[in-house]
């Protein structure tokens, strides 16, 4: 009997029944903080087809910061989703290999929390990080890199060739493995912030004017497209209600359905310029265009300024990164080759 | 008396009466260790005229990977002075603002153990470090900043505003500021390596192979130009014995005498390409022609493969770096310009 009360203690706490009103009204929108506990959060990241090692983080982090795997080899994943900045490069539009920009105008999108998204891509192509590493590495106006001469570079350091046999022993190295080592680093990207303390039960972790915004946005409809761990993530029609006011820069025009991968609004006000196309610098502007186009609301100057007043405490503190000292090259290591 | 008995035993050891006769052979030579004492380094690599404080050298780390310092705010100092693969980028000619390259068709060399140079940049016009970092952000090829528009980035992000506030309270924030800063995060970038331990006392530290190898270098005339901490930094005429075999690529011909500053040996294991125009990826075949060029010598085989034995023991190991998350852009910060 006892024992039976105390259960039921635990499953009324489990279901915030005693949660603030907000924090009920937040997770009822469908919005989930990071969770604080770290076994929670290790699961909540890890991919049961790529179990999280420290091992393989480390070799993910070289990887990530290696422009070897590029074939200029001066161009690395850092460099268009640089963990200094945000986790992007806060330029308009992704510039890569012999400077050439992404032929649609897009934008390049932040690194953190990508590893709670549903799919990965502007167009949602991908379903997953370790999937997802592979495209840029390739794309011409990117790293512009043949698969085959990425592994060459990999298997032609000794250093990394050990690490993969040691990591992946029943795998060859591949452009395969390469992605799954660089999405097993990515994975850890995660940006806890004083949101996620609010929703985690620290009442004081937002203030007032940061609560209210919380409520704005979730009042206007932010959170039925912008929920979940990443605040967005999933694939939604793009525009719904009006269209996009700069729908002319560039041609991209969603999967095959219109639709486009929700980005995430986490760490938003480092992640300047917005959309899948980087038109908007101000993120005032950016949320009044989104309350056109996706909800048909034409907010208020004080709506805006409320849900921008929210959006500013969803920057989270950044995992601490050791930039690496990268194994040297051999003779037998590819030559750059910058044309 | 005794006093005096002991004075003169500190002397004798001082003058290295008693040390090993090849570590004696090298400072003759004038080849010179990183001293082992942390007091004696920091007395080395300090600038009077920019004492080094842990507040002014974090800055200056920032800077060094902010890619907002360059027009396109794509690329940073450490874009080709990488310090994950040993202080530069690894391809034969710098490579920067609009896949521009260097004109002369000129190697970017290595930042770590610049600060041991007598003058800086292929032709020796920068004194300092300090002087130096301000080329490379206006430098069209490179970053191709206007020296103002740095300014106002800086200016633009206040924890950077306060920060040199509080470091250069009696200047101005200026490109002369910046390249202080830099340069201070710069002067810190030195790898001490087993060769500096050989020469610190270490009789073990370096092996057989390898003290043949310091003996062969001394013995055919590498440390005449090769010398000081750097094994290298100053400004030496370039070819003397016979043309450089690859003088054609690029017109670089040194500085008004025709004098060219002697890149580092430290970790020239990690450097290649190697020459000022980046024309050589072999260190046998760059040892081979240093012999032929400037010291008249046909270096036999064995003489080369004993003198690159000895240059691997130049790579040494590098400060540990916290790859920095920055500061904000602020509505003020200037856009990008890729163009």
Not at 230 to 255: H, I, R
């Amino acid at each position: 009997m006892k024992t039976l009360f105390k259960l039921s203690i635990a499953a009324l706490l489990a279901t915030n029944l005693f949660a603030n009103p907000l924090v009920q009204e937040a997770k009822k929108a469908g919005l989930e903080p990071i969770p604080a506990d770290d076994k929670a959060l290790e699961k909540l990241i890890d991919n049961p087809k790529n179990k999280l090692t420290p091992e393989k983080i480390e070799l993910g982090l070289k990887l990530y910061f290696d422009p070897r795997l590029s074939k200029s080899a001066l161009i690395s994943c850092n460099t268009c989703h640089n963990l200094a900045i945000g986790g992007d490069d806060n330029i308009p539009v992704a510039t890569g290999h012999k400077w050439r920009q992404n032929p649609h105008h897009l934008n390049s999108p932040t690194v953190y929390n990508a590893v709670f998204y549903q799919r990965q891509f502007w167009d949602g192509r991908s379903p997953d990080l370790e999937d997802q590493a592979t495209g840029p590495i390739q794309a011409p106006p990117e790293m512009a890199m043949h698969k085959d001469m990425a592994v060459k570079v990999v298997k032609s350091i000794p250093e990394y060739a050990e690490a993969f046999k040691k990591i992946y022993p029943k795998e060859d190295i591949t452009i395969t493995t390469i992605g799954k080592a660089i999405g097993a680093f990515e994975r850890i990207l995660v940006t806890p912030s004083r949101y996620d303390d609010f929703l985690n039960g620290d009442e004081k972790a937002l203030s007032k004017e940061e609560q209210e915004g919380l409520q704005t946005f979730i009042k206007v409809g932010c959170a039925s497209c912008h929920n979940g761990v990443a605040l967005g993530g999933s694939m939604q029609p793009f525009p719904v209600a009006k269209p996009y006011k700069y729908a002319n820069v560039g041609d991209f025009k969603g999967d095959k359905d219109g639709k486009v991968k929700t980005p995430t609004l986490r760490n938003v006000a480092e992640t300047a310029p917005y959309f899948h196309n980087g038109a908007v610098w101000s993120l005032e502007e950016a949320v009044k265009i989104m309350g056109e186009t996706e909800l048909g609301k034409d907010l208020s100057d004080k709506e805006v300024q409320s849900i921008v007043t929210f959006l500013n405490a969803l920057t989270g503190a950044k995992p601490q990164v050791t930039y690496p000292v990268l194994p040297n090259s051999t003779k037998d290591t590819p030559k750059p080759d910058l044309n």
